[in-house]
């Protein structure tokens, strides 16, 4: 099936291996009533929802916010999420599959933007920290892509040459910093993006984490 080219995943976490979309909304909603805005629904959020997130906003708004406005959005969004996300599970078949690609004799590391203090613990929680060679959380500011901490994250992973890594994310932005790397990208449709908004990346779009992993195996064939 070609998994002696593609050796390494890239996983993403919010949106991908945990099934967190329904505590995001509730975040952004409440987010969004600091500042008097309308409450959106999954449907909405998924077609207009993009990184760096504050252009999000604008596309709501028809402005970017004020720093202000940011501040007050930002922190309300994450003291509402990280209370939900406790709860969310993983996403179906997600951890089979990093079970057995670990049994296979092959790599995957995690790769998010979640805040590194509150993914590793969360990631302990669930009992798949020992499937990952390397979980990587945002240590910065929130509100860039994810094309530099990708970056980061490939360049600790010594030894494992970009062209054999297949990032698997919920995001047109996942692609964005795998092309960035020079990796592959696998996008599904279970998290942050309606299924039009991801096929606009231009890379393969599936509806489950099992296709996305043997869409992976498939491309070093391609």
């Known amino acids: 099936m070609g998994k002696n080219h593609v050796t390494h995943l890239v996983w993403d976490w919010n949106g991908t291996l945990l099934h967190d979309i329904d505590a995001v909304i509730s975040a952004t909603n409440a987010s969004f009533q600091e500042i008097g805005l309308p409450p959106i629904t999954l449907e909405r959020y998924r077609d207009l929802y993009c990184v760096p997130v504050p252009r999000f906003y604008e596309r709501l708004m028809g402005r970017l916010p004020t720093d202000e406005e940011w501040v007050v959005m930002d922190e309300t969004f994450h003291r509402h999420y990280w209370a939900l996300a406790e709860t969310a599970g993983l996403a179906i078949g997600a951890r089979q599959l990093l079970i057995e690609w670990q049994e296979a004799g092959l790599t995957q590391s995690l790769c998010s933007l979640a805040p590194h203090e509150y993914l590793l613990p969360l990631v302990r929680t669930h009992g798949i920290e020992r499937h990952f060679v390397r979980v990587d959380g945002r240590t910065g500011q929130s509100d860039t892509g994810k094309a530099e901490q990708m970056m980061r994250h490939i360049a600790a992973l010594e030894g494992v040459p970009p062209q054999r890594m297949v990032v698997i994310g919920d995001a047109l932005d996942d692609a964005v910093a795998a ?23 231009g890379v393969p779009v599936v509806d489950t984490l099992e296709e996305a992993v043997r869409k992976a195996e498939r491309m070093a064939d391609e």
């Not at 279970?190 to 299924?195: A, I, M, T």
């Open 179 to 201: 092309r960035h790397v020079g990796a592959r990208a696998v996008l599904y449709t279970g998290g942050s993006h309606s299924r039009a908004s991801l096929e606009a990346a």
